[in-house]
T-cell receptor, first 112, second 115 residues
Framework: GNSVTQMEGPVTLSEEAFLTINCTYT??????LFWYVQYPGEGLQLLLK?????DKGSNKGFEATYRKETTSFHLEKGSVQVSDSAVYFC???????????FGKGTSLLVTP | EAQVTQNPRYLITVTGKKLTVTCSQN?????MSWYRQDPGLGLRQIYY???????DKGDVPEGYKVSRKEKRNFPLILESPSPNQTSLYFC??????????????FGPGTRLLVL
């Protein structure tokens, strides 16, 4: 079956540091890949997505590239801000697509 | 404003007392879904609906019921809640899920405590 593995948190960074959150997946077909972000006390919202191999999703300074050869979709940001403190979820959806399969989430805390 | 709303946001109840968590979306989305979020487990799908009167089980459907009588509403029903259903629940919707590429829009969550 499908699954998503992402790095354990919490991750604590200083403002302006470089961020990488690793995500790898297992899927039987050719899934679409997503990063969702959950700010404190809120629901999840889409951060970025990529629907085929070698696609790069980007939004708000965050980027992730769909790497089929390494089955990965790592999230990166060059300079984090305090306002980026949140929980980040990697997810996949098969093209037959009845559900998102989520990773367990990575909590990020950015300190001034 | 396009949104998914859930009510109530917080609920404390006792074992066996039936409850309903409502979910409504104003985006004319076909697809709606319920997830539960538990520490260390991420989000797991409970039920989903592809359209009116079409529902199906997700990964963890035991102890839950749903209905989809109208396109905008997708209530989650716990007929006899138990403490292991204490969780944070999210409703989500998307235009469709054909092809798996659609963005899902999430409600703000309902935190349920079953004593």
């Amino acid at each position: 079956g499908n699954s998503v593995t992402q790095m354990e948190g919490p991750v604590t960074l200083s403002e302006e540091a470089f961020l990488t959150i690793n995500c790898t997946y297992t899927a039987t077909g050719y899934p679409s890949l997503f990063w969702y972000v959950q700010y404190p006390g809120e629901g999840l919202q889409l951060l970025l997505k990529a629907t085929k191999a070698d696609d790069k999703g980007s939004n708000k300074g965050f980027e992730a590239t769909y790497r089929k050869e390494t089955t990965s979709f790592h999230l990166e940001k060059g300079s984090v801000q305090v306002s980026d403190s949140a929980v980040y979820f990697c997810a996949l959806s098969e093209n037959s697509g009845y559900a998102l399969n989520f990773g367990k989430g990575t909590s990020l805390l950015v300190t001034p | 404003e396009a949104q998914v709303t859930q009510n109530p946001r917080y609920l404390i109840t006792v074992t066996g007392k039936k409850l309903t968590v409502t979910c409504s979306q104003n985006m004319n989305h076909e697809y709606m879904s319920w997830y539960r979020q538990d520490p260390g487990l991420g989000l797991r799908q409970i039920y989903y609906s592809m359209n009116v009167e079409v529902t199906d089980k997700g990964d963890v459907p035991e102890g839950y019921k749903v209905s989809r009588k109208e396109k905008r509403n997708f209530p989650l029903i716990l007929e006899s809640p138990s403490p292991n259903q204490t969780s944070l629940y999210f409703c989500a919707s998307s235009l469709s899920l054909v092809g798996g590429q659609e963005t899902q829009y999430f409600g703000p969550g309902t935190r349920l405590l079953v004593l």
